[in-house]
């Protein structure tokens, strides 16, 4: 009697258990869909679908103004992982995989790992974990000595976290991951088959350089790379059978600089090192999580934030060139600074923690436009071949435009060209989103004709990253899909996220978002990680360990 009345009592705590409310956050997965024969097969092979950085897939046949809406679109299924997703996923269409074509999403994470999953129906083809051997990912408490020793940049695990970087011919993705056995940290750069996730020949390689400098840091002159302090944050960029990973650092955790090394894509060995502070101190190239841009001529751009101006008292010479956009031109092992610009009032910027260079670099195509934004809240149009240098007392440049002070520009940029005009997104924290139409006799915004949003926007220290999809220049085709934290800070803390969707031509009409139906809820926001739109579908990364898939249902 007393075993059978324990039983029930049991089975009563059980029952109540399960009939708890449920947190209005729990992410909800939808019944299995079918899967329906793909006809796009797109590829996105590196952060922001270019090495111009736009965030534009102009080849998306299927998704249009008209059908974007809680009625025809919506959440298809969810790709799960091992932990939060920094970097930018990316798709290879077409890819013989398990025995046919297909297309094919890949994910990595913080745990660095990575996954190959089916991005139509949600197979997952392989998963390899590429912490070093006895060792595990860093933890954001592995980095001492940064903000004081309460780190909180990140959250927990900071395994993978700059996009990685795909070379179509070789069918081969490039890769930092990070390891530690608390004691030791070491950076190895992986090239991996996409087929099977196997190492090619060579990899994985161990990051390590040295310059000649008198900085911060240096041992008899030598300044050395530090895989602890260094972080590799921005994407990898692919150029020239080069692949160019570039370095921040732990909350300004010194000493520190900004490095850019160059690997050779077919050996792995390294044939580029650049050190943008030698003889003086930091100078991280941080990005907001974009990569380097470049264009057909085989320049890099870089956006450099604090750090040392100039030399031997010369804010002019090319040694340190913090708070700086500079085209960097690859001669034999070296990035030569071939142009730059550094806003006159770097000093102010450099004692107030205003870094220049948050946005990241984006290259409007087919003109000689750059364009960034820094922590000021100001935006600068560039000449990217003829930058205007430094000036003491004003900025010989195309064009600046002031946004609020706290408009931070912790934020990625993107572009689209639609039939009748050509824009320029951004949408910074504590702002609103904003569409610049570009004038090309100008070379510069119009921005009397500057179109607006009116939705609440992001807070804190986070603003939004976006991407945009059209079917080239089709009228009702252009989205601007704009992810960022939907509450709080994301800064330092991990916040729930919102994806929306605007009408690329006028951001004015919004046409859908996911916390509209309970069922498209995504989960944690991913911070600096735009999402990714191929195919007919939109892959929106997570701190929730999950990529969720949208599209039309």
Not at 134 to 145: E, H, I, S, V
Not at 286 to 308: H, K, R
Not at 428 to 447: H, K, V
Request: glycine fraction near 10%; include cysteine.
């Amino acid at each position: 009697m007393i075993k059978n009345f324990s039983l029930l009592c049991l089975t009563v705590l059980m029952f109540c258990a399960a009939c708890k409310k449920k947190d209005t956050n729990t992410t909800i997965t939808p019944p299995p869909v079918k899967v329906v024969p793909n006809d796009q097969h797109i590829s996105v092979l590196t952060q922001h679908n270019s090495n111009y950085r736009t965030g534009l897939n102009s080849q998306e046949t299927k998704l249009t103004t008209s059908n974007v809406n809680t009625s025809t679109f919506g959440r298809l299924f969810s790709l799960n992982v091992d932990d939060q997703v920094y970097a930018q996923p990316l798709m290879y269409g077409n890819l013989t995989i398990g025995g046919a074509k297909h297309n094919v999403v890949f994910i990595a994470t913080v745990n660095n790992s990575v996954y190959a999953y089916d991005g139509d129906g949600g197979t997952l083809y392989w998963h390899k974990n590429f912490s070093a051997s006895g060792m595990r990912a860093p933890k954001n408490t592995d980095m001492t000595g940064a903000c004081g020793g309460q780190y909180q940049d990140f959250s927990g695990n900071m395994g993978i976290v700059g996009t990685p970087v795909i070379d179509s011919a070789s069918q081969t993705m490039y890769f930092v991951a990070r390891s530690t056995n608390s004691i030791t940290f070491l950076q190895y750069l992986h090239a991996i088959s996409l087929v099977d996730g196997s190492e090619r020949s060579g990899s994985p390689v161990k990051l390590a350089a040295s310059v000649p400098g008198t900085g911060d840091g240096n041992a008899s002159g030598v300044v050395s790379f530090d895989p602890q302090r260094n972080n590799q944050r921005s994407a990898l960029t692919l150029l020239n059978g080069v692949v160019y990973i570039n370095f921040s650092s732990h909350c300004d955790w010194g000493p520190y600089h900004g490095w850019i090394l160059g690997y050779n894509a077919s050996t792995l060995a390294q044939q580029i090192v650049y050190n943008d502070t030698p003889n003086g101190g930091e100078g991280g190239i941080w990005e907001s999580g974009m990569g380097l841009s470049a264009d057909p001529q085989g320049n890099l751009y870089a956006v450099v934030g604090n750090g040392t101006v100039g030399d031997n008292g010369d804010p002019t010479n090319l040694t340190n060139r913090g708070e700086s956009t500079l085209k960097l031109t690859p001669t034999g092992s070296k990035l030569v600074v071939s142009s730059f610009y550094t806003p006159f009032n770097y000093q102010n910027l450099e004692n107030n923690d205003l870094d220049y260079g948050t946005m990241g670099a984006l290259l409007i195509p087919n003109s000689n436009c750059f364009f960034t934004g820094c922590k000021d809240g100001n935006m600068y149009v560039v000449d990217k071949d003829n930058m205007g240098g430094y000036n003491a007392t004003t900025n010989q440049i195309l064009q600046t435009i002031s946004l609020s002070p706290n408009s931070n520009f912790h934020c990625q940029a993107a572009y689209y060209k639609g039939a009748s005009a050509e824009y320029v997104y951004v949408w910074p924290e504590n702002d609103q989103l904003r569409a610049f139409p570009f004038n090309r006799t100008s070379n510069t915004f119009t921005l009397t004709n500057e179109k607006v949003a009116t939705v609440a926007g992001p807070t804190g220290q986070s603003g939004a990253v976006i991407s945009v999809s059209s079917n080239g220049a089709t009228a009702g085709t252009g989205i601007l899909w704009a992810s960022y934290a939907s509450s709080g800070d994301a800064e330092h803390t991990v916040s729930p996220g919102i994806l929306r969707a605007f009408d690329a031509s006028d951001i004015t009409k919004e046409l859908w978002d996911n916390a509209q139906q309970q069922s498209d809820y995504a989960g944690s926001y991913a911070k600096f990680s735009s999402p990714l739109v191929a195919n007919g579908h939109v892959y929106l990364p997570t701190f929730s360990s999950q990529v969720v898939v949208y599209g039309l249902k």
